[in-house]
Nanobody, 122 residues
Framework: VQLQACGGGLVQAGGSLQLSCAAS????????MGWFRQAPGKEREFVAG????????DYADSVKGRFTISRDNAKNTVYLQMNNLKSEDTALYYC????????????????WGQGTLVTVSS
């Protein structure tokens, strides 16, 4: 699975962005997917995850109620809708695929996209 994330940009605090991650390959629909982010000088952290069917999701406490992860297996795409953005959401956002996990265990994800930058101005 090859992953291509896009949709990042500059937005004011309180605004919204939707990230997309397009996957190539026929195994997308059997993979769990996750979004992670990495701010300058910080470690990569879990943001949200979704299981292969889209029926189960998981979120970091810091984004619950503001972010929504979803997927469209017919389009081989996973999305991250980000609302009420805060300056602390500024980071490089990555999508990743896992055969076994859709939670926060970074090591369970074996395919990673190149990242898309989200900058939130206050």
């Amino acid at each position: 699975v090859q992953l291509q994330a896009c949709g990042g940009g500059l937005v004011q605090a309180g605004g919204s962005l939707q990230l997309s991650c397009a996957a190539s390959g026929r195994t997308f629909s059997s993979n769990n997917m996750g979004w992670f982010r990495q701010a300058p000088g910080k470690e990569r952290e879990f943001v949200a995850g979704i299981n292969w069917s889209g029926g189960r999701t998981d979120y970091a406490d810091s984004v619950k109620g503001r972010f929504t992860i979803s997927r469209d297996n017919a389009k081989n795409t996973v999305y991250l809708q980000m609302n009420n953005l805060k300056s602390e959401d500024t980071a490089l956002y990555y999508c990743a695929a896992s055969a076994t996990n859709f939670g926060s265990n970074l090591r369970a994800y074996y395919h990673w996209g190149q990242g898309t930058l989200v900058t939130v101005s206050s």
